[in-house]
């Protein structure tokens, strides 16, 4: 990372091709869907540009989800103005290669397919904080660095996502409830 700061191309090559993965994971889970790869694209080219920025205070990785996740919110506000598309989120269709009974495949993407969708109807704080604590597997530290809140935020959110999203699912086991 010093060494990118300091100009070297070739070090922040490296980082590119160290983080272009989780940064893409993030975008695609945060709802960039087909944008995914253009939001990592301009986050990578922001994260360049403001390297002289970058504090070291939580690590690359934190600092650069937060890039995406922003090049992800700015994505949604232009999609809304633009024409109002909903978010879509990324959900695995592959079945595992090892998967023995292609019953429990299908299970398995519909238990996926149901999350999600509970998922896209929570509030984009509590997307943004399960996604980032669950799906990317960040720590607190790391969700409080990539959504810019404090860590007691990340926690408070947390669990307030969560009883919302198993409130979903309940409430869509009992039809009427």
């Not at 292609?102 to 519909?110: K, L, Q, R, S, Y």
Request: hydrophobic residues 40%; positive net charge.
């Amino acid at each position: 990372m010093s060494r990118a700061r300091q100009g070297d191309r070739e070090a922040y090559e490296t980082l590119v091709a160290r983080y272009t993965v989780p940064a893409h994971r993030a975008a695609v889970l945060l709802g960039a869907g087909d944008d995914a790869d253009d939001v990592v694209q301009e986050a990578l080219v922001k994260a360049y540009r403001q390297l002289s920025r970058y504090r070291g205070e939580s690590g690359f990785r934190p600092w650069l989800l937060a890039i995406v996740a922003n090049e992800t919110r700015n994505l949604h506000r232009s999609r809304r103005r633009r024409d109002g598309l909903a978010l879509r989120a990324a959900v695995a269709t592959e079945p595992l290669p090892d998967e023995p009974d292609p019953a429990d495949t299908v299970m398995a993407h519909e238990r996926r397919q149901r999350l999600v969708d509970q998922l896209r109807l929570l509030g984009e704080r509590d997307r943004d904080v399960l996604v980032c604590r669950f799906l990317l597997d960040l720590s607190e530290q790391e969700t409080a660095a990539a959504l810019g809140v404090p860590k007691g935020t990340v926690k408070s959110r947390t669990a307030r996502a969560l009883a919302r999203l198993r409130e979903q699912l309940r409430a869509e086991e009992v039809p009427g409830v």
